[in-house]
Protein backbone atom coordinates (compact mmCIF):
# COMPACT_ATOMS: atom_id res chain seq x y z
CA UNK A 1 0.00 0.00 0.00
CA UNK A 2 1.70 3.00 -1.07
CA UNK A 3 -0.76 5.55 1.18
CA UNK A 4 -2.07 5.62 4.42
CA UNK A 5 -6.05 5.44 3.96
CA UNK A 6 -7.58 8.42 5.87
CA UNK A 7 -10.24 6.33 8.59
CA UNK A 8 -13.32 7.50 10.59
CA UNK A 9 -14.11 4.61 13.24
CA UNK A 10 -17.83 4.09 14.10
CA UNK A 11 -18.80 1.29 17.05
CA UNK A 12 -20.82 0.17 19.44
CA UNK A 13 -20.46 -0.24 22.68
CA UNK A 14 -23.10 -3.02 23.00
CA UNK A 15 -21.59 -5.08 20.03
CA UNK A 16 -20.74 -8.93 21.21
CA UNK A 17 -17.02 -8.91 20.95
CA UNK A 18 -16.96 -4.69 21.71
CA UNK A 19 -14.43 -5.33 24.29
CA UNK A 20 -12.03 -5.71 21.54
CA UNK A 21 -12.73 -2.61 20.12
CA UNK A 22 -9.11 -1.46 21.20
CA UNK A 23 -7.38 -4.62 20.07
CA UNK A 24 -9.20 -3.68 16.86
CA UNK A 25 -8.14 -0.23 16.19
CA UNK A 26 -4.49 -0.77 16.80
CA UNK A 27 -4.72 -4.12 14.45
CA UNK A 28 -5.86 -1.24 11.59
CA UNK A 29 -3.42 1.51 12.68
CA UNK A 30 -0.46 -1.31 12.54
CA UNK A 31 -1.94 -2.24 9.02
CA UNK A 32 -1.63 1.50 7.89
CA UNK A 33 -4.72 2.46 8.42
CA UNK A 34 -4.76 6.34 10.21
CA UNK A 35 -7.68 6.82 12.58
CA UNK A 36 -8.79 9.93 12.04
CA UNK A 37 -11.89 10.06 15.10
CA UNK A 38 -13.69 7.40 16.55
CA UNK A 39 -17.59 7.62 16.88
CA UNK A 40 -20.29 5.57 18.88
CA UNK A 41 -23.11 5.14 16.86
CA UNK A 42 -25.25 6.84 19.62
CA UNK A 43 -23.44 10.65 18.35
CA UNK A 44 -25.45 10.38 15.13
CA UNK A 45 -28.40 9.56 16.45
CA UNK A 46 -30.98 12.34 15.06
CA UNK A 47 -28.44 13.52 12.35
CA UNK A 48 -29.05 13.69 8.72
CA UNK A 49 -26.12 11.29 6.61
CA UNK A 50 -22.50 12.47 6.99
CA UNK A 51 -20.96 10.71 4.45
CA UNK A 52 -20.42 14.08 2.26
CA UNK A 53 -19.49 16.11 5.69
CA UNK A 54 -16.87 12.92 5.78
CA UNK A 55 -15.48 13.20 2.68
CA UNK A 56 -15.17 17.02 2.44
CA UNK A 57 -13.28 16.45 5.94
CA UNK A 58 -10.81 14.71 4.26
CA UNK A 59 -11.87 10.93 4.88
CA UNK A 60 -11.34 7.95 2.61
CA UNK A 61 -13.12 5.28 4.13
CA UNK A 62 -15.85 4.89 7.37
CA UNK A 63 -15.05 1.56 9.41
CA UNK A 64 -18.34 0.10 11.09
CA UNK A 65 -16.47 -2.02 14.28
CA UNK A 66 -19.43 -4.04 15.17
CA UNK A 67 -22.18 -6.14 13.73
CA UNK A 68 -25.09 -6.44 11.51
CA UNK A 69 -26.77 -3.77 13.05
CA UNK A 70 -23.78 -1.23 13.80
CA UNK A 71 -22.88 -1.89 10.19
CA UNK A 72 -26.66 -1.04 8.75
CA UNK A 73 -26.29 1.99 10.52
CA UNK A 74 -23.10 3.17 8.93
CA UNK A 75 -24.15 2.21 5.56
CA UNK A 76 -27.18 4.63 6.11
CA UNK A 77 -25.25 7.22 6.49
CA UNK A 78 -22.52 6.72 3.67
CA UNK A 79 -25.01 5.20 0.86
CA UNK A 80 -24.91 8.44 -1.03
CA UNK A 81 -22.19 10.08 -0.81
CA UNK A 82 -19.75 6.89 -2.37
CA UNK A 83 -17.49 6.30 0.64
CA UNK A 84 -16.42 2.99 0.77
CA UNK A 85 -17.14 0.63 3.83
CA UNK A 86 -14.60 -1.25 6.28
CA UNK A 87 -15.87 -3.71 8.47
CA UNK A 88 -14.28 -4.85 12.04
CA UNK A 89 -16.47 -7.75 12.31
CA UNK A 90 -16.72 -7.33 16.24
CA UNK A 91 -20.42 -8.54 16.41
CA UNK A 92 -21.86 -11.70 17.64
CA UNK A 93 -23.73 -13.15 13.86
CA UNK A 94 -21.87 -10.86 11.66
CA UNK A 95 -23.56 -12.43 9.04
CA UNK A 96 -23.07 -9.38 6.35
CA UNK A 97 -18.95 -9.58 7.09
CA UNK A 98 -19.75 -13.63 6.90
CA UNK A 99 -21.89 -13.15 2.84
CA UNK A 100 -18.56 -10.80 1.79
CA UNK A 101 -16.29 -13.85 2.91
CA UNK A 102 -14.35 -11.70 5.02
CA UNK A 103 -12.08 -12.92 7.61
CA UNK A 104 -13.27 -12.61 11.57
CA UNK A 105 -9.70 -12.46 12.75
CA UNK A 106 -9.71 -9.04 13.83
CA UNK A 107 -5.85 -8.50 12.52
CA UNK A 108 -7.11 -10.07 9.04
CA UNK A 109 -9.50 -7.89 8.91
CA UNK A 110 -7.70 -4.96 9.13
CA UNK A 111 -5.63 -6.01 6.55
CA UNK A 112 -8.37 -6.29 4.07
CA UNK A 113 -8.82 -2.39 4.86
CA UNK A 114 -6.06 -1.79 4.41
CA UNK A 115 -4.98 -3.40 1.52
CA UNK A 116 -8.13 -5.27 -0.03
CA UNK A 117 -9.83 -4.22 -3.42
CA UNK A 118 -13.09 -2.34 -3.43
CA UNK A 119 -16.39 -4.19 -4.44
CA UNK A 120 -19.25 -2.73 -5.15
CA UNK A 121 -22.59 -4.37 -4.16
CA UNK A 122 -26.51 -3.84 -3.76
CA UNK A 123 -27.78 -2.53 -0.81
CA UNK A 124 -31.63 -1.96 -0.16
CA UNK A 125 -33.83 0.90 0.50
CA UNK A 126 -36.84 0.91 3.14
CA UNK A 127 -39.69 3.42 3.39
CA UNK A 128 -41.05 4.71 5.40
CA UNK A 129 -37.58 3.90 7.77
CA UNK A 130 -34.77 5.88 9.82
CA UNK A 131 -31.03 5.80 10.09
CA UNK A 132 -31.26 5.66 14.28
CA UNK A 133 -33.33 3.00 15.67
CA UNK A 134 -36.78 4.47 16.76
CA UNK A 135 -38.18 3.84 20.27
CA UNK A 136 -40.06 0.52 19.64
CA UNK A 137 -42.41 -1.03 22.83
CA UNK A 138 -40.72 -3.21 24.97
CA UNK A 139 -44.04 -5.14 25.64
CA UNK A 140 -44.59 -7.96 22.77
CA UNK A 141 -47.79 -6.90 21.00
CA UNK A 142 -47.84 -3.59 22.53
CA UNK A 143 -48.86 -0.06 20.67
CA UNK A 144 -45.16 1.15 19.04
CA UNK A 145 -44.33 4.43 21.27
CA UNK A 146 -43.07 6.31 18.32
CA UNK A 147 -44.69 6.47 14.49
CA UNK A 148 -41.58 6.87 11.58
CA UNK A 149 -42.20 9.80 9.60
CA UNK A 150 -43.80 8.37 5.69
CA UNK A 151 -41.03 10.28 4.08
CA UNK A 152 -38.31 8.86 5.91
CA UNK A 153 -35.72 6.04 4.18
CA UNK A 154 -33.01 3.76 5.61
CA UNK A 155 -31.11 1.57 3.56
CA UNK A 156 -30.14 -1.89 4.74
CA UNK A 157 -27.38 -4.60 3.29
CA UNK A 158 -28.20 -7.75 5.36
CA UNK A 159 -32.16 -7.87 5.61
CA UNK A 160 -35.59 -6.05 6.61
CA UNK A 161 -37.87 -8.24 8.66
CA UNK A 162 -41.26 -8.13 10.39
CA UNK A 163 -42.45 -10.56 12.47
CA UNK A 164 -40.74 -12.69 14.52
CA UNK A 165 -37.27 -10.74 14.05
CA UNK A 166 -38.62 -7.56 15.86
CA UNK A 167 -40.31 -9.24 18.98
CA UNK A 168 -36.25 -10.95 19.21
CA UNK A 169 -34.17 -7.75 18.32
CA UNK A 170 -36.78 -6.01 21.26
CA UNK A 171 -34.88 -8.55 23.60
CA UNK A 172 -31.50 -8.95 21.82
CA UNK A 173 -30.70 -5.16 21.96
CA UNK A 174 -31.96 -4.15 25.22
CA UNK A 175 -29.01 -3.03 26.78
CA UNK A 176 -30.07 -3.80 30.54
CA UNK A 177 -30.70 -7.78 28.42
CA UNK A 178 -27.33 -7.65 27.09
CA UNK A 179 -25.83 -6.71 30.71
CA UNK A 180 -27.43 -8.89 32.43
CA UNK A 181 -27.25 -12.19 30.37
CA UNK A 182 -23.73 -11.26 28.40
CA UNK A 183 -23.77 -14.45 25.51
CA UNK A 184 -26.64 -15.94 26.31
CA UNK A 185 -28.79 -12.88 25.36
CA UNK A 186 -29.38 -14.42 22.09
CA UNK A 187 -30.25 -18.42 22.78
CA UNK A 188 -32.46 -16.68 25.56
CA UNK A 189 -34.41 -14.22 23.39
CA UNK A 190 -35.07 -16.73 20.89
CA UNK A 191 -36.66 -18.97 23.15
CA UNK A 192 -38.75 -16.19 25.02
CA UNK A 193 -40.35 -15.18 20.80
CA UNK A 194 -40.65 -18.59 20.16
CA UNK A 195 -42.59 -19.23 23.55
CA UNK A 196 -44.36 -15.71 23.11
CA UNK A 197 -44.78 -15.49 19.38
CA UNK A 198 -47.55 -13.30 17.46
CA UNK A 199 -48.56 -13.86 13.63
CA UNK A 200 -49.71 -11.22 11.42
CA UNK A 201 -51.86 -10.54 8.50
CA UNK A 202 -49.74 -9.78 5.53
CA UNK A 203 -50.09 -8.76 2.02
CA UNK A 204 -47.10 -8.52 -0.11
CA UNK A 205 -47.32 -6.79 -3.33
CA UNK A 206 -43.91 -7.73 -5.64
CA UNK A 207 -42.40 -5.67 -8.46
CA UNK A 208 -40.31 -7.19 -11.20
CA UNK A 209 -40.33 -10.78 -10.13
CA UNK A 210 -38.31 -12.90 -11.30
CA UNK A 211 -39.73 -16.05 -13.36
CA UNK A 212 -36.43 -18.16 -13.51
CA UNK A 213 -37.77 -20.89 -16.29
CA UNK A 214 -40.64 -18.83 -17.59
CA UNK A 215 -41.17 -18.47 -21.14
CA UNK A 216 -44.20 -16.50 -22.24
CA UNK A 217 -45.23 -13.08 -23.83
CA UNK A 218 -45.86 -11.48 -20.34
CA UNK A 219 -41.95 -11.74 -19.38
CA UNK A 220 -39.31 -9.38 -20.01
CA UNK A 221 -35.52 -10.40 -19.35
CA UNK A 222 -34.30 -9.46 -15.85
CA UNK A 223 -30.73 -7.61 -14.65
CA UNK A 224 -28.96 -11.29 -13.97
CA UNK A 225 -30.43 -13.23 -17.11
CA UNK A 226 -34.11 -14.21 -15.17
CA UNK A 227 -37.42 -13.64 -16.88
CA UNK A 228 -39.39 -10.58 -14.69
CA UNK A 229 -42.89 -10.76 -14.60
CA UNK A 230 -44.35 -7.00 -16.38
CA UNK A 231 -47.48 -7.51 -13.64
CA UNK A 232 -47.65 -6.79 -10.24
CA UNK A 233 -47.91 -10.05 -8.29
CA UNK A 234 -49.71 -10.14 -4.76
CA UNK A 235 -49.14 -13.09 -1.77
CA UNK A 236 -52.13 -12.98 0.93
CA UNK A 237 -51.55 -14.61 4.20
CA UNK A 238 -50.76 -15.39 7.97
CA UNK A 239 -47.59 -15.16 8.43
CA UNK A 240 -45.09 -15.95 11.40
CA UNK A 241 -42.24 -13.41 9.85
CA UNK A 242 -41.22 -11.69 6.09
CA UNK A 243 -37.96 -11.38 5.42
CA UNK A 244 -36.57 -9.07 2.74
CA UNK A 245 -33.18 -10.68 1.89
CA UNK A 246 -29.64 -9.08 0.13
CA UNK A 247 -26.90 -10.55 1.81
CA UNK A 248 -27.64 -14.54 2.02
CA UNK A 249 -25.60 -15.73 5.17
CA UNK A 250 -28.08 -16.18 8.52
CA UNK A 251 -27.34 -17.49 11.60
CA UNK A 252 -23.73 -16.77 12.28
CA UNK A 253 -21.26 -19.91 13.21
CA UNK A 254 -24.06 -21.84 11.96
CA UNK A 255 -23.73 -20.10 8.68
CA UNK A 256 -26.65 -21.07 7.19
CA UNK A 257 -27.44 -19.68 3.50
CA UNK A 258 -30.72 -18.99 1.36
CA UNK A 259 -30.36 -20.61 -1.78
CA UNK A 260 -29.72 -18.89 -4.93
CA UNK A 261 -28.94 -15.59 -2.99
CA UNK A 262 -26.39 -13.15 -3.69
CA UNK A 263 -25.42 -9.77 -3.17
CA UNK A 264 -24.43 -8.39 -6.48
CA UNK A 265 -27.50 -9.67 -8.31
CA UNK A 266 -29.87 -6.90 -8.33
CA UNK A 267 -32.58 -8.88 -6.61
CA UNK A 268 -34.01 -9.16 -3.50
CA UNK A 269 -35.17 -12.43 -1.85
CA UNK A 270 -38.11 -12.38 0.08
CA UNK A 271 -38.61 -15.98 2.43
CA UNK A 272 -42.28 -15.57 3.76
CA UNK A 273 -42.89 -18.31 6.90
CA UNK A 274 -46.74 -19.02 7.42
CA UNK A 275 -48.48 -19.88 10.44
CA UNK A 276 -49.14 -22.97 9.21
CA UNK A 277 -45.67 -23.66 8.92
CA UNK A 278 -44.94 -23.69 12.96
CA UNK A 279 -45.98 -27.66 13.03
CA UNK A 280 -42.07 -28.39 12.83
CA UNK A 281 -40.83 -25.26 11.71
CA UNK A 282 -37.10 -26.63 12.93
CA UNK A 283 -36.90 -29.42 9.98
CA UNK A 284 -38.46 -27.13 7.53
CA UNK A 285 -36.35 -24.26 8.05
CA UNK A 286 -33.45 -26.96 8.08
CA UNK A 287 -34.77 -28.12 4.22
CA UNK A 288 -35.33 -24.75 3.34
CA UNK A 289 -31.83 -23.48 4.18
CA UNK A 290 -29.87 -26.78 2.55
CA UNK A 291 -32.15 -28.01 -0.29
CA UNK A 292 -29.11 -29.56 -1.87
CA UNK A 293 -29.02 -32.25 1.70
CA UNK A 294 -32.48 -32.19 2.77
CA UNK A 295 -34.68 -32.45 -0.14
CA UNK A 296 -38.22 -31.78 1.14
CA UNK A 297 -40.54 -34.98 1.58
CA UNK A 298 -44.06 -34.23 1.28
CA UNK A 299 -45.65 -35.22 5.03
CA UNK A 300 -49.32 -35.34 5.83
CA UNK A 301 -49.81 -33.21 8.64
CA UNK A 302 -52.51 -30.94 7.20
CA UNK A 303 -50.23 -28.05 6.28
CA UNK A 304 -52.09 -26.11 4.04
CA UNK A 305 -50.59 -23.22 2.34
CA UNK A 306 -52.66 -20.33 1.90
CA UNK A 307 -51.95 -19.91 -2.29
CA UNK A 308 -51.36 -22.50 -4.95
CA UNK A 309 -47.86 -22.61 -5.46
CA UNK A 310 -46.85 -20.09 -7.66
CA UNK A 311 -44.41 -20.17 -10.18
CA UNK A 312 -41.75 -17.70 -9.11
CA UNK A 313 -41.48 -19.57 -6.04
CA UNK A 314 -38.40 -20.92 -5.69
CA UNK A 315 -39.51 -23.16 -2.17
CA UNK A 316 -41.69 -26.34 -2.42
CA UNK A 317 -41.82 -26.81 1.37
CA UNK A 318 -45.67 -25.83 2.91
CA UNK A 319 -45.90 -22.96 4.85
CA UNK A 320 -42.41 -21.07 3.50
CA UNK A 321 -42.95 -19.20 0.59
CA UNK A 322 -38.79 -17.95 -1.11
CA UNK A 323 -39.56 -15.03 -4.42
CA UNK A 324 -36.83 -12.75 -5.78
CA UNK A 325 -38.36 -9.54 -7.16
CA UNK A 326 -36.79 -6.15 -7.42
CA UNK A 327 -38.72 -4.46 -5.42
CA UNK A 328 -42.04 -5.32 -2.70
CA UNK A 329 -44.56 -3.40 -0.56
CA UNK A 330 -45.58 -4.83 2.67
CA UNK A 331 -48.54 -3.97 4.62
CA UNK A 332 -50.59 -6.03 7.88
CA UNK A 333 -53.45 -5.96 8.93
CA UNK A 334 -52.52 -4.01 12.00
CA UNK A 335 -50.17 -1.17 10.41
CA UNK A 336 -48.26 0.32 11.78
CA UNK A 337 -45.78 -2.57 13.11
CA UNK A 338 -42.27 -2.63 13.76
CA UNK A 339 -39.66 -3.18 11.41
CA UNK A 340 -36.19 -4.41 11.72
CA UNK A 341 -33.09 -3.45 9.00
CA UNK A 342 -30.08 -5.29 9.94
CA UNK A 343 -31.41 -6.18 13.37
CA UNK A 344 -32.37 -3.00 14.42
CA UNK A 345 -35.65 -1.58 14.76
CA UNK A 346 -35.70 1.39 12.39
CA UNK A 347 -38.72 1.60 10.40
CA UNK A 348 -42.83 0.76 9.96
CA UNK A 349 -45.35 -0.91 7.99
CA UNK A 350 -46.76 -0.43 5.76
CA UNK A 351 -43.24 -0.24 3.75
CA UNK A 352 -41.77 -0.03 0.44
CA UNK A 353 -38.81 -2.20 -0.37
CA UNK A 354 -36.20 -1.78 -3.28
CA UNK A 355 -32.75 -2.12 -4.27
CA UNK A 356 -31.25 1.29 -3.69
CA UNK A 357 -29.99 3.12 -7.20
CA UNK A 358 -26.60 3.53 -5.35
CA UNK A 359 -24.06 0.36 -4.70
CA UNK A 360 -22.39 0.35 -1.75
CA UNK A 361 -18.54 0.50 -1.94
CA UNK A 362 -17.07 -1.99 0.17
CA UNK A 363 -13.47 -3.54 1.08
CA UNK A 364 -13.07 -7.01 0.51
CA UNK A 365 -9.91 -9.37 0.00
CA UNK A 366 -8.07 -9.41 -3.41
Known amino acids: MTESLNAIVIHSPHSGRSALLADALSDAQ ?14 LDGLPAQGSSWCAMGIDIAIAAGGDGLVGGVITHIAESGLP ?11 IARSLNLPLDLSQAAQVIASGKVQAIDIGVAQPAEQTPHKANPIQGGLVLSHVPLQKHGYFAHALIIGLNVQFARLATNVVTRQRYG ?25 GL ?53 V ?6 IVVIEDVAANGLGTKLAQFFDVQKLPFVPQSNGDAPSNEHNPADLSHIPGIH ?4 QGITITTGADP ?20 SERLRVMIPR
Not at 30 to 43: C, D, M, T, Y
Not at 85 to 95: E, K, M, Q, S, V
Not at 343 to 348: H, K, S
Open 337 to 356: QDVTLDGEVRGQTPTHISLA
Open 183 to 207: RFTYPLAALDVFRNHQTLDVEIHFE
Open 30 to 43: QAGVHIARVLSIAE
Open 264 to 269: NDRLLD
Open 322 to 325: HLQA
Open 210 to 262: ALPQANNSTLQQGPAGQSTSIEQTSLRCRSLQVAVINAPIFGGSWHLSVPGAS
Open 85 to 95: LGILPLGTAND
